[in-house]
Every structure is written in structure tokens, then in C-alpha cells.
């Protein structure tokens, strides 16, 4: 059986006014420059530690982590629910689940992931699902999409990774598994250069359905 993983934010749900919202509140909160809303828009996707190290390096580690801190204090509370679904998002999903195993992949605290997905009644549509622990010492996402492909005794030549920006195609080419780029989330056309994209969440799931259809090579 064909298993499809996703990445979360940027692939599955537009996340971003929270996640905008969370860094807003964390800078303030300590008194510090906010930066520009574009700029903060533009690098969401990486871990948080790492993205607040781009966003502020002129920082120090301690600095870094009371943002950190901050961020998580908001977007834990109200943050998390600031957040759309993709148009046709859980059409493509549901008809996925008939042809498939899913799984999510992500960089966002899975207890949050977990919760957002029992509120809108998604979480029995997946089978596999690995986030980040709200400890700040996570593997990273090609790791853990990698572990969980051997853990689970998945066939690699049936998987394929679902992302909006380099990481996740980098996660997949780690794990040695095919993957789709969708350019209606976080990252740039630039970013999914020489890999197979979506413009759109009808065209992914166009080429989903292909992929499912497709005969196993074992």
C-alpha cells in the first residue's frame, strides 16, 4: 500500500497568522524591535530555534531562548487556532485515506498538531504522525522521516513526501523517497527547483492520485 506523508504548515493549513501573531507577541515581550511582518511570513517552515536564529543573529543563545519561550506561551493559547485549511484540503485528504496510508512529518509541536486535528475531526485519517517535542533538542525532520519509514517497514519505493519549502525536499531525498512541491504555501518557486510541483491543492491531488494508481514495484 502507497503511503503519502505531509508536511503541516504550508502544505496542509495557511498557519501563518498565528505563527506571525506568536513571534510579534514574543519580541514584545521583551522589549526587543519586531521584525517586518514579510520578512517573519517569509521564513516560516524551519523549527523554531532555528528560525529565531535567522530572524535575530544578533542575539545571544539566552536571548533566543526566552523568545522562544515567549513564542510558545502564545501560540499554545491562541496562536494555534489562528489558522486556515487550504481550499479542498480535506476532500483531497479523505480521498487519500481510500488509496493510501498518511502521514504528517512537521517541525510544529506535535501535541499541537494532535489537537488541532482531533478539534476538526482529521485525526483518524492518519496513520503516521511526527512532530517536534516541545523540549528544544528535536531530531531533525529528515531524520525523523527517515526513522519512521524504517521503523515502520514501509516500502520506500511506495512512499512520497508532500512539503512547501527545500527542507521537506531535502527530508525526502534523505530518505530516499519521491516528492511533491506545492507552491500555493510558505516557500518560493525558487525553493522546488528540479522537483515535481503543485500549483494548486486540485493539481496535488491529481498527482496523488496517479501516484496512488500506480502499480507497486514489489
Request: with cysteine; proline share 3%.
Amino acid at each position: 500500500m502507497k503511503t503519502i506523508f505531509f508536511d503541516f504548515d504550508g502544505t496542509i493549513a495557511d498557519t501563518s497568522c498565528g505563527i506571525v501573531k506568536g513571534y510579534q507577541f514574543a519580541y514584545s515581550s521583551l522589549g526587543l524591535p519586531v521584525p517586518d511582518e514579510e520578512f517573519l511570513r517569509k521564513n516560516i517552515g524551519p523549527p523554531l530555534k532555528e528560525t529565531l536564529r535567522l530572524l535575530t543573529s544578533q542575539y545571544d543563545e539566552d536571548t533566543i531562548d526566552k523568545l522562544a519561550v515567549e513564542y510558545r506561551k502564545y501560540f499554545s493559547a491562541t496562536g494555534l487556532f489562528e489558522m486556515d485549511f487550504y481550499e479542498g484540503i480535506f476532500d483531497l485528504l479523505k480521498a487519500m485515506k481510500e488509496k493510501a496510508k498518511l502521514g504528517i512529518v512537521s517541525s510544529k509541536p506535535q501535541p499541537f498538531i494532535i489537537e488541532i486535528l482531533e478539534r476538526n475531526g482529521l485525526s483518524e485519517l492518519f496513520t503516521y504522525i511526527t512532530g517536534v517535542s516541545l523540549e528544544f533538542n528535536n531530531k531533525s525532520k529528515k531524520v525523523r522521516l527517515d526513522e519512521m519509514i524504517a521503523d515502520n517497514n514501509l516500502d520506500r519505493s511506495d512512499c512520497i513526501m508532500i512539503g512547501d519549502r527545500r527542507e521537506d525536499a531535502e527530508s525526502a531525498s534523505y530518505a530516499r523517497i519521491r516528492f511533491i512541491g506545492v507552491l500555493y504555501g510558505f516557500g518560493s518557486r525558487t525553493e522546488m527547483e528540479g522537483c515535481d510541483t503543485a500549483e494548486d491543492v486540485t493539481s496535488l491531488r491529481n498527482l496523488l492520485e496517479v501516484f496512488c494508481d500506480e502499480e507497486s514495484l514489489h
